[in-house]
């Protein structure tokens, strides 16, 4: 199984740009579909971003779409999250995630390997 590690979090002005990175150990092969999620306080955790296992196809929530972009470097097995016109209703704690699949899902129980989270606070 992959082990999973967030960093980048922290506090940032609304309209400001934060980048999420997820360093991934363990059995790296690459064959993982991979994923964002969110969980703000009191709220469920939620689906932000998705890409496939070779980064060809993206999917992301309604709410980040246009503002926020996955992406990986298979070579560094590591996953980022470019945030730029960042919100006050962004602040959340934010998971990178893995799936076996390969389908991009957007449900928390479909992803096998969760990071520990980063706190991403935007200030208005």
């Known amino acids: 199984q992959v082990q999973l590690a967030e960093s980048g979090g922290g506090l940032v002005q609304a309209g400001g740009s934060q980048r999420l990175s997820c360093a991934a150990s363990?059995?790296?092969?690459?064959?993982?579909?991979m994923g964002w999620f969110r969980q703000a306080p009191g709220r469920e955790r939620e689906f932000v971003a998705g890409?496939?296992?070779?980064?060809?196809?993206?999917y992301y929530a309604d709410a980040v779409t246009g503002r926020f972009t996955i992406s990986r470097d298979n070579s560094k097995n590591t996953l980022y999250l470019q945030m730029n016109s960042l919100k006050p209703e962004d602040t959340a704690v934010y998971y990178c995630?893995?799936?076996?699949?390969?389908?991009?899902?957007?449900?928390?129980?479909?992803?096998?390997?969760w990071g520990q989270g980063t706190q991403v606070t935007v200030s208005s």
């Open positions: 995630a893995a799936q076996r699949g390969i389908v991009v899902r957007t449900t928390v129980d479909d992803y096998d390997s």
């Open positions: 363990g059995r790296t092969d690459n064959n993982y579909v």
């Open positions: 890409m496939s296992r070779s980064g060809l196809s993206t």
